[in-house]
């Protein structure tokens, strides 16, 4: 079985745009920045005896003394991840947070910025590789914020530090004989071979054992350089990325639709194909207006019939090679759109677990602020920091303190 490029690894994508936008748990440090003192390598027999151990295996693979020597060198056993790979949640952000944050006003405006700046450059990958330059953009988006948090941690310290913590052990061994073959090739050095604590790299996030199977050397320079600002490899490698994994060049990803009334849930889910036709006599209609396009499709309703829908085609089942995860294809997909000059998504979001619409949560939070309480720019989101306030809130006013919102908070902040 063809594993996903994100294979075993935090929810991709996903979760490393939530951290980047203060929503989640951080997968990636900036690039630039200072490494927390538990990521950088400390004294440990155990995983001293398992990189001499290995260092056979490799060797008897075809890894050359002189690059083990240089992977090693200042390699080191990293405490950091192994925390960071056991406290992983389970992603649980609705479609209207995961939205709220993918295609953010702010995350639009940069990536039509990058956009127009890489346009020539796009439009030639497209060339050969047939994937759109706002779709490779969206992706480039969604996994470094264009770039901007492409991980500095060093991979090799990173991923032999998990092989030999042994929980995702053969996994990890494999990522880093793959980050050893990288620097057997020369594609980078063991200094600039850095990012995230689980080994996913450069500006589209890859890991070794992807970048080993598609990354690409664009301009021909004899490197196939991800991790450097230029970002021409990173995005040239996820669109023959993309490419290989069957996307239809001139076809859609998805689009947004309109279901009609009494829409059956039993007919949604990527396990209901049907022609565009079909669909269209059963009365979805696009929500932009005009006609559906052809092909066969599903829809997703990922917050139910009454809330925002979706008509998805093959290209979004490519996206899902990416990330398997429905709500990081719809995010790509409709960043996608964004780039591309479209508007917000137009179907209307169901009250959340506490009958909060988003626009009541942005006034929740700016209530918070302005109580002074910093919760951060108001996006509706609710993370640690929103409840954080509340619980401050809370205590203050003699109120229980559950770190919860309610619709009566909500009137008490109004009342100031």
Not at 95 to 100: F, G, P, R, T
Not at 152 to 163: C, G
Not at 365 to 392: C, H, M, W
């Amino acid at each position: 079985m063809q594993v996903s490029r994100r294979h075993l690894l935090v929810s991709g994508g996903a979760l490393a745009l939530l951290s980047a936008c203060g929503g989640g748990a951080m997968v990636s440090s900036p690039s630039g920045g200072g490494l927390d003192p538990d990521l950088l390598p400390q004294p440990n027999p155990g995983y001293d005896a398992w990189v001499a151990a290995f260092r056979g295996r490799a060797a008897s693979r075809g890894i050359s003394a002189g690059t083990l020597d240089a992977a090693f060198r200042n390699a080191g056993y990293l405490p950091g991840v192994v925390t960071r790979d056991r406290s992983q949640t389970e992603f649980t952000r609705t479609l209207e947070d995961y939205l709220a944050i993918a295609a953010s006003e702010k995350k639009v405006s940069a990536g039509r910025a990058e956009l127009s700046r890489n346009m020539s450059l796009l439009r030639e990958i497209e060339g050969r590789y047939g994937v759109p330059p706002e779709v490779v953009t969206a992706v480039w988006g969604m996994e470094s914020n264009y770039g901007t948090r492409r991980g500095d941690i060093p991979v090799v310290s990173a991923t032999s530090t998990l092989a030999y913590d042994g929980r995702r052990g053969e996994f990890f061994e494999s990522q880093l004989m793959s980050a050893l073959r990288i620097l057997e090739r020369g594609d980078t050095t063991p200094a600039r071979l850095t990012g995230s604590w689980a080994g996913a790299m450069g500006h589209t996030q890859f890991i070794p054992t992807t970048y080993q199977d598609y990354a690409v050397d664009f301009r021909g320079d004899g490197r196939r350089d991800i991790w450097s600002d230029d970002p021409t490899d990173g995005l040239a490698s996820t669109a023959n990325y993309l490419s290989r994994s069957g996307w239809r060049r001139g076809e859609a990803w998805g689009l947004e639709v309109r279901l009609p009334a009494g829409f059956s849930s039993g007919l949604t889910g990527r396990g209901v194909r049907k022609a565009s036709s079909e669909w269209a006599a059963m009365g979805v209609t696009n929500a932009n207006g005009g006609a559906l396009p052809g092909g066969t499709g599903s829809i997703l309703a990922l917050s139910g019939v009454s809330g925002p829908a979706f008509l998805v085609f093959q290209n979004f089942n490519v996206i899902l090679r990416y990330n398997n995860a429905e709500k990081y294809g719809v995010g790509v997909g409709h960043l996608s759109d964004r780039l591309a000059g479209a508007g917000p998504v137009r179907g209307s979001f169901p009250p959340d677990r506490y009958g909060f619409t988003i626009d009541e949560r942005k006034e929740l939070q700016a209530l918070l602020n302005r109580a002074g309480y910093d919760v951060g720019t108001p996006d509706g989101v609710f993370g640690s920091k929103t409840e954080e306030g509340i619980r401050g809130y809370q205590a203050r006013m003699g109120l229980a303190v559950t770190g919860e919102p309610s619709q009566s908070l909500l009137q008490q902040l109004r009342r100031g």
